[in-house]
């Protein structure tokens, strides 16, 4: 079956710092991977997706940046972080291989910026 | 670009009560998904709706997806404690390869 995990599960960071959030689907090949934030209130916000290794589509401007080095593999990125980048996120995948179709998302990865 | 608006945003009911939650979205789209979110958790996916004039229900929830309207429901019959959380539901992009999501709706059943 397949898996998904997310490391770290929380993280606290002083402004200005770097971050690296990874992920990493088991079980399956040629996942769609999308990276998600929550940030506090509800809603979700796409940050970025992969449909293939070192493809990334960026969905709004910001300070973080995604990478995918191996099929199964996703990492969001930043090289200085800011206050507004305090959230929930979460990684996910789908099986499909142009459509989203039912995502399976992991555990989240709460990030504080102090 | 595609909206995807919920209402209410939050519902406050009585165990025994029955609720609808709405969905409403902006461009045509075939594909329709409801998830859950526990306080604190990640999100769990409830209904995979495929087509114009799909139901599925899972115990004591029913979703259904209006393609023409526009329009998904989430209805809630005999509400419990238990059925307390965040219900998201997410609309496929233009070209497929991704969800948006409403912005969610709080669902909190008292006793």
């Known amino acids: 079956s397949q898996t998904i995990h997310q490391w770290p599960a929380t993280l606290v960071q002083p402004v200005g710092s770097p971050l690296s959030l990874e992920c990493t689907v088991e079980?399956?090949?040629?996942?769609?991977l999308y990276w998600y934030r929550q940030a506090a209130g509800r809603g979700l916000q796409l940050l970025f997706y992969?449909?293939?290794?070192?493809?990334i589509s960026s969905e709004v401007p910001q300070n973080l940046s995604a990478s995918r080095p191996q099929d199964r593999q996703f990492i969001l990125s930043s090289k200085k972080l800011l206050l507004s980048d305090s959230g929930f996120y979460l990684c996910?995948?789908?099986?499909?291989?142009?459509?989203?179709?039912?995502?399976?998302f992991g555990e989240g990865s709460r990030l504080t910026v102090l | 670009e595609l909206k995807v608006e919920q209402n209410p945003l939050f519902l406050s009911m009585q165990e025994g009560k029955n609720y609808t939650i709405y969905c409403n979205y902006s461009?045509?789209?075939?594909?329709l998904y409801w998830y859950r979110q526990d306080p604190g958790k990640s999100l769990e996916s409830l209904f995979v709706?495929?087509?114009?004039?799909a139901v599925k229900q899972e115990g004591r929830l029913m979703a259904s997806l209006d393609t023409k309207a526009r329009l998904s429901t989430l209805h809630i019959t005999a509400a419990v404690h238990d059925l307390s959380a965040t219900y998201f539901c997410?609309?496929?992009?233009?070209?497929?390869?991704?969800?948006?999501f409403g912005a969610g709706t709080i669902l909190r059943v008292k006793s």
């Open positions: 996910a995948w789908s099986v499909l291989p142009t459509i989203a179709g039912e995502l399976f």
């Open positions: 079980g399956t090949s040629n996942p769609n």
């Open positions: 992969s449909v293939g290794i070192g493809q």
């Open positions: 461009t045509t789209s075939d594909r």
């Open positions: 709706l495929l087509s114009n004039g």
């Open positions: 997410a609309v496929e992009g233009e070209y497929g390869n991704k969800l948006v």
